[in-house]
């Protein structure tokens, strides 16, 4: 369905703006979906990125500025969403030892066993909106939208 079909529009639009349009169309739709896969582990997306963050640490801690630093959403107030998974078991967080003003966190074998759950439905849902283009087009759209995106 073209986005004017979609928004319900009779005037033509320039390319640029529906270049826009389509991008946060998309990802309300990929996020409407993914935020469905979630609701029944009572996390949210950026919870998700966080616990996904801290897996990668493989083990070892990580300070709130590491976790602000691989967010995808770099808005997102990490100390409140370190909160609600600490009050979930999802992660633990404790004072360094040798910098008492930085915090370190760790997620838990809760938080791991919840991803190891979520993997596969994960990966599902990736690849549900991938399956109508062929691998060559994958590549081109990601291409297009880091080249779209990087205006430098």
Known sequence: ????????STVPMDNSKKIILNVLYT???ITDNFNEILKPYEISGE?????RILRGQKGCPAN?????ER???????????VDKLLLKDLVTRKVCPENRRKIEVTITQKGLD???ELDPKVIAHEQHFSKNLDADEII???SLLEK???QN
């Open 140 to 142: 081109q759209l990601n």
């Open 47 to 51: 919870q998700y990125n966080v616990l």
């Open 27 to 29: 990802q309300n739709v």
């Open 148 to 150: 779209y995106r990087n």
């Open 114 to 116: 919840v991803l190891l």
């Open 1 to 8: 369905m073209k986005i004017e079909e979609v928004i319900k």
């Open 64 to 68: 709130m500025c590491v976790i602000q």
């Open 71 to 81: 967010m995808l959403a770099k808005t997102s107030n990490t100390t409140r969403l």
